[in-house]
């Protein structure tokens, strides 16, 4: 899989962040049934490489990646135990360097013009942009996308249901990263159906 497939798998790349390894399957079949083929796991608690490997081995229907990667060591050990995609918030040469020898689609994240051009001379042109809402939004997409028609964003970091359109409209973005389909009460209340329902109340 390329980095450009797994941004076609659907429109809202679930960012998900989990303080309990058991949380993983249950938010994933979750997912699963309410049409979302993807989810970006974070690796921000101690348990998100247990929770990886869980949802790697026990839900064949979900493309599970490993996000928030921002050392080599981290995209390393992320893509061992199961991850088949890596998102960071940055773009560090030795960070990008890494994710390119695990030999998985990744998302190297950017903010500025400058960043995304030293990756595109490098021939990546999938990238993540974070903060989006904070450097620029729909705006800042709109603006590259003229000297940049080669590069495709995944732009996460504030973006809810309701802006979500505003990105998917823009001929550069092929999905955006949002938290809202598994909100932190309704993963630690154990509210499957819950997230099955956002997941199905997603822009198609």
Known sequence: MLALDLLGLGP?????????????????????AGGVTTMEL????????????????????????????????QARDAVSAGARFLV?????????????????????????ATE?????????????????????GPALLR??????????FCPTGGITPETAGDYLSLSNVACVGGSWLTPPGLVASGDWAGITALARARPL
């Open 88 to 112: 960071s918030p940055g773009s560090p040469e030795s960070l990008v360097d890494a994710m390119a020898a695990a030999k998985v689609p990744f998302l190297p994240g950017v903010s500025t």
């Open 143 to 152: 603006a590259l996308s003229g000297p940049l028609p080669q590069l495709t």
């Open 42 to 73: 974070t690796l921000r608690t101690p348990v998100a490489l247990a929770a990886i490997e869980a949802v790697a081995a026990k839900v064949p229907g979900i493309v599970i990646g490993a996000g928030t990667v921002v050392s080599p060591g």
């Open 116 to 136: 995304a051009m030293a990756l595109l001379a490098r021939g990546v042109t999938e990238l993540k942009l974070f903060p989006a809402s904070a450097v620029g």
């Open 12 to 32: 809202v790349l679930p960012v998900v962040v989990l303080d309990r390894a058991e949380d993983a399957v249950p938010v994933a079949e979750a997912l699963v």
